[in-house]
Structure formats: C-alpha cells, structure tokens
C-alpha cells in the first residue's frame, strides 16, 4: 500500500509504467518535496535551468512575457505532470516562469545529474521525456495557430476537444475531462475572457452539448463540438 502512496502523482505523465515500485519509493526518499503558496514561484525568467520538477499537489502556470509586458500563459499544468524538462536539452537558463497557482501546492525537484542518470539507465524513460518534449512543442504551436486564424468561440471549443482527447476518459457513450481549470484559466490559455468563456461553456451547457461542474467537465459527444 506503501508503494501506491507514493507513485500515484506519476499515474498522469505514464512514469508508473516506467519505473518500478520499488525504484519509486526511492526516488521519493532521495528527493524534496518543496510547499509553494499562491503566487509564489518555482523559478523566474533568467534564472538557472537545475532542476525537472514533478508536480505532487495542486496547480502550475508556466508562461512567459511578451515585448509590451503582457503576460502569455503557455500551459497550466495539474498533479502528476513534468516541467522544467526543457533543461535536459540543453537549456542553461529559464525563459518561462513556474508561478503556483494554489496554496499548499507541492512540487519535488528533481537534479539534472539524477534526471539523467535514471534517464542512462531506463531507455523507455529517456524516450517519454523527449516525447514530452516535443508533445508540448506541437501543443504551443498549435495554441498560436488558432490565436492568429480562429475566433473566440471556435479556440474555447478546440480546445475542450484538446483536452477530452488528451485528458478525457470514455464514460458510456460521453467523455469525462477532470477539471483543474477555472474559466479564467481557459480564458488565458485560449486568449480570451473569463466572460466570453463562461458564456460559450454556458451556451453548449444549454444545447446539451457539455455538462460541467468544478470538478469535471462532460462532453456529451465529440463529434458535436466540431
């Protein structure tokens, strides 16, 4: 049972498939568990790139500054998901920031030497990292697509359908989305309002196309959305 408590904030990113239980209970041993509150960060833009960090508890925003000072949301990520992943490349130096976005959240930091050690030794570890990597690649370029050739309406929606195929799971017929998000942080990552997504939410809410609460958000069928 030991085991369990100590690997399940892996289950979201497939690393319970790659390590052992065992090998879990150790690196849970070997590594910090760090407690940020609300609005503090894990780094800042320009700080050294030193560690890959797995969030254990509560909510991460990692975004970045455009030329004029407006702040760009990149990702917001949940338990069980990886950031900072971009120093194992090669990066020396931070040019996002990782701001908390909930008290008492918990993240444990992993040393580049440790990463990489483990990384030598588990092939299939090595392999999911960099498809980490370039999965979230794709997803920033997609996200700036939609920005520049879609409107409001249709960037919510894509992205609901983004998240029931990456997040989703089949219940009958429908797909249920765990939400993490409030309806500002969609509306910061999909660039529009709080307003505007809680209207289109609401209006698909109506046509009986999603349901939702705070906890989960209920595609009644994909093929809707479109």
């Known amino acids: 049972m030991k085991a369990e408590t100590n690997y399940w904030f892996f289950e979201e990113t497939n690393f319970v498939n790659i390590f052992c239980p065992q ?3 150790e690196l849970d041993n070997q590594i910090d568990h760090r407690e940020y ?3 503090d960060h894990v780094y800042s833009i320009g700080e050294p790139s030193e560690y890959v960090y797995i969030i254990k508890q509560g909510r991460v925003k990692i975004g970045m500054y455009s030329e004029d000072g407006k702040e760009i949301v990149k990702t917001i990520l949940t338990p069980g998901e990886v950031f900072g992943e971009m120093a194992l490349t090669g ?9 908390v976005l909930d008290n008492e959240t918990v993240v444990c930091p992993m040393t580049l030497d440790d990463m990489r050690t483990r990384m030598a030794d588990n092939q299939e570890l090595s ?14 370029e997609r996200r700036i697509e939609l920005l520049v050739s879609k409107d409001a ?3 919510v929606i894509e992205f609901l359908r983004d998240m029931a195929l990456e997040k989703g ?3 009958g017929f429908e797909t249920m989305i765990p939400n993490h998000l409030k309806h500002q942080d ?3 990552l999909t660039g529009t309002s709080r307003q505007t997504v809680t209207t289109i939410l609401n209006e698909l809410k109506e046509k009986n196309i999603i349901n939702f609460d705070r906890r989960k958000i209920l595609i009644r069928d994909l093929e809707l959305l479109k």
């Open 23 to 25: 090998k879990i209970v």
């Open 37 to 39: 509150q609300k609005g």
């Open 91 to 99: 990066e020396e130096s931070h040019r996002d920031f990782a701001m």
């Open 127 to 140: 392999l999911n990292i960099f498809k980490l990597v370039g999965k979230r690649m794709q997803k920033l």
């Open 153 to 155: 309406r249709t960037r």
């Open 169 to 171: 799971r089949k219940v």
């Open 186 to 188: 969609i509306a910061s």
